[in-house]
Every structure is written in structure tokens, then in C-alpha cells.
């Protein structure tokens, strides 16, 4: 992903990216009132690269047991209905999985259409999901995003990449930022750096200018 919105990022749209067929939409994020802010929690637990690989081989397979190639192609009703035929984990990590794509469609319609509550919503959605049924979040995430939510003019907040630490991303009213950043202050015992973000355009060449000297 990371690659995709760096070669293809552009100002004032966040990119949806569809993993199976390879495709991106930008999807408008024009009002200049909003930002997100990066929340960096500076811990690192190191889980990360072998919980991956479970994770992986839990939704591997929960699509094997429903007869898919992948679980972008199953539903819930398809899931549910193999339910008894899968552990209990497997299960939550095929729910969050199925749930999470379904919600980024809806998220990225919200989006689009400046309604940042709906959106917001779902990123709870989503960091709940990830924190409850995939287990890739942490205490120090978990309190960012109580402590990020407890303000007024934050829509909505969720940690971001691989888990077990890392950073958390909140869309917030530009208004509201430094109070945002307080609250995390007060209520974090670690130290967090913080970026506030709009959506700008991947990396652009820039010409150099020659010195006379």
C-alpha cells in the first residue's frame, strides 16, 4: 500500500486500493477544515512478523474450509455457515477480515461524501475488529484511541499497519488538534510524536537550482 499511495497519491483524495484486481479510486478529501492526525506511539512489541504469518495461515485456512481462492470472495453468511467446521480463532480472524472490506467500501462512500461522523464511525468499527477479533493491537494503541475520542471534533480513530505498537490515525476538525494532542499527553505514560497530515501527491521530482557560485 504503501508503495501504490506514494506512486499514485494525489492532493486532496485518499486512494481506495483493491488488492485483488491491482486497481485504485481516488476518493475526494477536499474540505480543508478536516486533517488526520498521526499518532506515533513509539512502542514496538515484537510480535509482529510471526503473528503475521498466523494471521495469514488462520484466513488461509477459513477460505479453505469455505471452498475460496480468498476471503475477499466469502461472505458472512458463507462464513457463519462453516462456523462449527473452524476453531474459534480462526473464525474471529475470517470475521474481522470479511467485515473489514466490507466496511472500507462503505468508508470510502462516506468519505467521499464529506460525511466524516459515518466515516469515523467505522474506523472505530475497524479498530475494534482489529483489537477484538484479529488481536494486532496493545494497550499503548488502545489507549491513544480512547484518549483521541474523548475530544471534541474527532471523528473517528484506529490504529494503523502491522499492529503490536506503531501509530494510530485520527480524522479531527484542524480546530480541534491541539486539544486532541493535549488529551493524549495527559493520558499516555509513553512519549508520542505527533504529525498532522492532509492529502497531498506522492513524491514529485524537484528540480535543482545551480548556485552562480
Same mark, same amino acid.
Given at each position: 500500500m504503501d508503495q501504490?499511495?506514494?506512486s499514485l497519491g494525489t492532493a486532496e483524495n485518499a486512494l481506495l486500493i483493491d488488492c485483488l484486481s #491491482?486497481?485504485?479510486?481516488?476518493?475526494? #478529501?477536499?474540505? +480543508?477544515?478536516?486533517?488526520v492526525l498521526v499518532t506515533n506511539s513509539n512502542v514496538k512489541h515484537q510480535l509482529a512478523g510471526s503473528e503475521y504469518a498466523l494471521r495469514k495461515e488462520n484466513c488461509e485456512e477459513a477460505a479453505k474450509i469455505m471452498r475460496k481462492d480468498c476471503l475477499r470472495n466469502?461472505? #458472512? &453468511?458463507? /462464513?457463519?455457515?462453516k462456523k462449527?467446521? #473452524?476453531?474459534?480463532?480462526?473464525?474471529?480472524?475470517?470475521?474481522?477480515?470479511?467485515?473489514?472490506?466490507?466496511?472500507t467500501?462503505?468508508?470510502?462512500?462516506?468519505? &467521499? =461524501?464529506? =460525511?466524516?461522523?459515518?466515516?469515523?464511525?467505522?474506523?472505530v468499527e475497524s479498530h475494534n475488529s482489529l483489537r477484538d477479533d484479529y488481536e494486532v493491537s496493545c494497550a499503548e494503541?488502545?489507549? /491513544?484511541? +480512547? &484518549?483521541?475520542?474523548e475530544v471534541k471534533g474527532v471523528y473517528g480513530s484506529r490504529m494503523t499497519g502491522a499492529g503490536f505498537g506503531g501509530c494510530t490515525v485520527t480524522i479531527v476538525d484542524k480546530e480541534a488538534v491541539d486539544k486532541v494532542i493535549e488529551n493524549i499527553k495527559l493520558k499516555y505514560s509513553g512519549n508520542p510524536t505527533f504529525y498532522v497530515c492532509t492529502a497531498s501527491s506522492g513524491p =514529485?521530482?524537484?528540480p535543482l537550482q545551480h548556485s552562480s557560485q
Open positions: 501504490f499511495v506514494c #491491482m486497481e485504485c479510486k481516488l476518493i475526494p #478529501m477536499i474540505d +480543508t477544515n478536516v486533517v466469502a461472505t #458472512m &453468511a458463507e /462464513l457463519n455457515e462449527n467446521s #473452524m476453531s474459534s480463532v480462526v473464525y474471529r480472524r475470517a470475521r474481522h477480515v470479511i467485515n473489514e472490506i466490507e466496511r467500501i462503505k468508508a470510502s462512500e462516506f468519505l &467521499a =461524501q464529506g =460525511q466524516y461522523d459515518r466515516f469515523g464511525r467505522l474506523m494503541l488502545d489507549c /491513544l484511541i +480512547t &484518549a483521541a475520542l =514529485q521530482t524537484v
